[in-house]
């Protein structure tokens, strides 16, 4: 499987000894059935790349890092968290763990472990740098945050895209392999709309492309439900019985008609009007938004008016339309619900020091992580830093003011497998192996897949020899927090005995009856990963129960199926997904009626005269494989994208450089002129900026780029606290 992107394509590897001689797609695979994308071959690339972190690292007092000892760095690690917290309590620790965490089973299981063990409230990672509107709107509606509505993309005759493009970044918050063969079946059986204000890959093979202006998503999707309004097309269909708010909601967003919000979006009322009609008369249809549509400043608002749509047409949990998936290993989330009213959600239980921005899920908003670096009070200050998988200092907004407050820290430790940006700050450097090293198997995104899937890939070389993995990694450093490191087979017995615990005494009373003892017993002896998601698949909804259903799911019979199992389409999962307090879908709350409010305000407002939006590349991923020859070569492709009428009227040219200047700072940038951006609006990518001084990434350096999170602005922010990359106001200096 691999392991780069959401799509999980299943590939076959060959090798010779340690070296990997071939990558392809795995036709054998259930759900990608041999469909790759260029960035798999960067998987034999990366196991190559002379660059790659294979032994730890430290800094010495001259700044220069030498190679380390596994005992050595981590004992210096663990050494210097510990008296950094010592000396200033638990919350002088930031940790921030990184996107590809989310894509390793090792860092899915330990991660945690490994944050609770740093005891702090200064946990950031990525999440509010993407998805988190999604799962605060999810979590308003649906009382949890991973109950995320996934298109059912293999079903639907009608899917409404807005802010996503799946055809390069391969689907998110959508596990689809192949992204493109399911949309061109769409347009078969019906109707692909995008909403972008650029005219992206996905639009271009789209049925249709709406221009719209950035960040009035929210404008749109409202004025679409008040058509149906209008029209008598409002249909709740089966979740009739389970709806709860809709009178607040009508009567709060009747204002945001066609006609009063076509000026601001850009799009004209009739075509509203059309898209409405079309999307409630369709047999079944998908509203589906990601990136142009969390990372704007009504993010929350936006992602909610998304499945808002989905259920005024009763298109929610209902084949065709956007569906609740079925994981066969994954705690919380969808898996296992036990139907009635739960806890609802929760924010805010504590807060930044600084701007006091809101806890979600457990963590801080990290465009707030600056500033608790340099300017909280010396109490609440943050001194020292742990970032898993993370690269922070180019995916962050306000990057300048970010690597001015990790110059600050006092102590950094970082788990990576490069030297790059972030981690050059860093006192220890600890390298997990490579992703061809270890197993995987995809606790997260087969929660977010539109077919329920299961997929097991043992590492496809052996562990280069003397390294550690990245569990034991990350156990170790637990270990150590936790009072004194610790042989690491007691340690994940302990570890496997909590779980375990966990597992048969939670909500569902299914295995109550299991006995702890034999369970542990099954499960073996050997530690790590793979007795923990054996425990998972074992007690999910597909597994054999140890015993209760002998013909069920365990680890074992998943490895026998080599190209993994399909178990099937989406299917309807009302009520059972519902945590809200109240048991149902609990459309209106304060946080919505707020948002709606501030909407209102914002009608009137002239939009902003140039602003700046994002966007994704098919050989790219995030920051961290620019270090991969076959992946960069080429033309430059970290350029502005501007609309010819405002290259003229700012007097550029295609290749030529310009200034651009927001709140939160300034960069020069190479031109590309082209009409795919709308007027008003350019487009940089991000991930790029790799000139920094003691980086070890030698083929990433010759093709720099520049990092766009300078210009990123950290005051524009979402109501969830996640970073609003989309529409920033930009200005162009003269030369
Ligand atoms: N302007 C702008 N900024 C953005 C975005 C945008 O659209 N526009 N998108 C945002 C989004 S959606 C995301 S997810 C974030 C990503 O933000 P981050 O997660 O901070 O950054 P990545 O580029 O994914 O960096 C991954 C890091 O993990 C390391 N790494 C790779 N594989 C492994 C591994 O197996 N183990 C370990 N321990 N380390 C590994 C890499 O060397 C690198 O340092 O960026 C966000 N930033
Ligand atoms: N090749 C590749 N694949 C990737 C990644 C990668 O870096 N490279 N990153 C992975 C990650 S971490 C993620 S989170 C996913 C993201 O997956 P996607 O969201 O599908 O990817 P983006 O390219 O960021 O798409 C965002 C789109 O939103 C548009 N947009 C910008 N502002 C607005 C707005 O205000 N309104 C609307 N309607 N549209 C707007 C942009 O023009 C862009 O086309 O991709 C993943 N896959
Ligand atoms: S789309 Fe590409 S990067 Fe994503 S899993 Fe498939 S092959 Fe890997
Ligand atoms: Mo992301």
Redesign the pocket.
């Given at each position: 499987m691999c392991t780069?992107?959401?799509a999980t394509c299943g590939i076959s590897v060959e090798s010779e000894g340690t070296k990997v001689t071939r990558v392809a797609g795995d036709s054998a695979d259930p759900f990608s059935a041999g469909y790759i994308?260029p960035?798999a071959f960067g998987m034999k690339a990366l196991q190559d790349d002379p660059d790659r972190l294979r032994t730890p690292l430290i800094r010495g007092a001259n700044g220069s890092f030498r190679e380390a000892s596994w005992e050595e760095a981590l004992d210096v690690a663990i050494e210097g968290l510990d008296s950094v917290r010592k000396r200033y309590g638990d919350d002088s620790v930031g940790t921030y763990a990184g996107?590809p965490n989310a894509h390793s089973l090792h860092a899915m299981i330990y991660g945690p472990v490994l944050t609770r063990a740093l005891r702090t409230k200064q946990r950031y990672s990525?999440s509010s740098i993407?998805?988190l509107p999604k799962m605060v709107s999810c979590a308003l509606l649906f009382g949890g945050g991973l109950s995320v509505p996934i298109p059912d993309l293999d079903r639907t005759e009608y899917l409404l895209v807005?802010?996503?493009?799946?055809l390069?970044?391969?689907?998110?918050?959508m596990t689809a392999p192949n992204a493109k063969a399911r949309l061109q079946g769409i347009r078969e059986r019906g109707k692909v709309v995008v909403?972008?204000?650029?005219r992206?890959e996905?639009?271009r093979a789209a049925s249709e492309h709406l221009a719209?202006?950035?960040?009035?998503?929210a404008f749109?999707l409202l004025a679409l439900v008040n058509a149906l309004v209008e029209i008598g097309l409002i249909d709740f269909g089966h979740l009739e019985p389970w709806l709860d708010g809709w009178s607040d909601v009508k009567q709060a967003i009747s204002g945001f008609t066609p006609e009063a919000v076509a000026e601001r979006t850009s799009i004209p009322a009739e075509t509203i009007r059309r898209i409405a009609k079309e999307f409630a008369s369709s047999g079944s249809a998908a509203c589906y938004?990601?990136?142009?549509?969390?990372?704007?400043e009504l993010g929350t608002l936006?992602s909610w008016a998304v499945d808002l749509l989905n259920i005024v047409t009763g298109n929610l949990d209902r084949p065709g339309g956007v569906m609740f998936p079925e994981p066969a290993a994954m705690r919380g989330g969808n898996q296992l619900k036990v139907a009635g009213p739960g806890r609802g959600a929760r924010f805010g239980r504590w807060r930044t020091s600084v701007r006091g921005l809101p806890e979600a899920f457990g963590e801080l908003p990290v465009a707030a992580l600056a500033e608790e670096i340099l300017d909280a009070p010396e109490e609440t200050r943050v001194r020292a830093m742990l970032t898993m998988a993370g690269n922070p200092l180019l995916s962050v907004p306000g990057s300048a003011r970010l690597e001015e407050a990790f110059e600050r820290l006092e102590f950094m430790v970082s788990v990576d497998i490069y030297l790059n940006e972030t981690t050059r700050h860093a006192h220890v450097i600890l390298p997990p192996p490579p992703p061809l090293e270890r197993e995987s198997y995809d606790l997260a995104f087969y929660q977010l897949s539109v077919r329920n899937i299961v997929k097991f890939s043992p590492p496809a070389l052996p562990r280069t020899s003397g390294a550690m993995d990245e569990w034991e990694i990350l156990l170790s450093l637990a270990t150590g927090l936790m009072g004194g490191r610790m042989e690491l087979k007691a340690a994940d017995d302990f570890l496997l005995a909590q779980l375990i615990n966990q597992e048969i005494s939670g909500k569902d009373l299914r295995f109550s009856d299991l006995d702890a003892q034999a369970v542990t017993h099954a499960l073996g002896a050997q530690p790590g990963p793979q007795r923990v998601l054996d425990l998972f698949l074992r007690l999910g909804p597909y597994g054999d129960g140890f015993g209760a259903r002998p013909d069920g799911l365990s680890l074992a019979r998943l490895k026998q199926a080599e190209h993994g199992i399909d178990l099937g389409p989406l299917r309807p999962r009302l009520p059972e997904f519902l945590e809200t307090k109240s048991g149902k879908i609990e459309l209106w709350s304060e946080l919505i009626s707020n948002e709606l409010a501030k909407l209102d305000g914002r009608l009137g407002e002239r939009a902003p005269d140039l602003v700046l939006?994002?966007?994704?590349?098919?050989?790219?991923?995030?920051s961290w494989m620019h270090n991969i020859h076959a992946l960069v070569k080429g033309p430059d492709r970290c350029t502005l994208l501007m609309h010819p009428a405002d290259a003229a009227r700012f007097g550029l040219s295609s290749g030529r450089s310009t200034t651009l200047k927001t709140r939160a700072g300034q960069l020069k940038a190479t031109i590309e002129v082209s009409d795919e951006?709308m007027p008003g609006v350019i487009?940089l990518p991000?991930?790029w900026g790799h000139a920094s001084e003691g980086a070890r990434l030698s083929v990433a350096r010759e093709r720099p780029g520049v990092n766009v999170n300078v210009l990123s602005d950290p005051a524009l922010l979402d109501v969830s606290g996640n970073a609003a990359f989309?529409?920033v106001p930009v200005e162009i200096l003269p030369e």
């Open positions: 780069l992107c959401e994308c960035k996107n990525a993407d998805q807005l802010g996503a493009n799946p390069v970044s391969n689907g998110s918050l909403v972008d204000p650029r992206s996905t639009a719209i202006r950035p960040g009035t998503d749109f938004g990601r990136i142009g549509t969390t990372c704007q936006a939006i994002g966007r994704r590349q098919l050989r790219s991923n995030n951006v487009s991000h991930g989309n529409g």
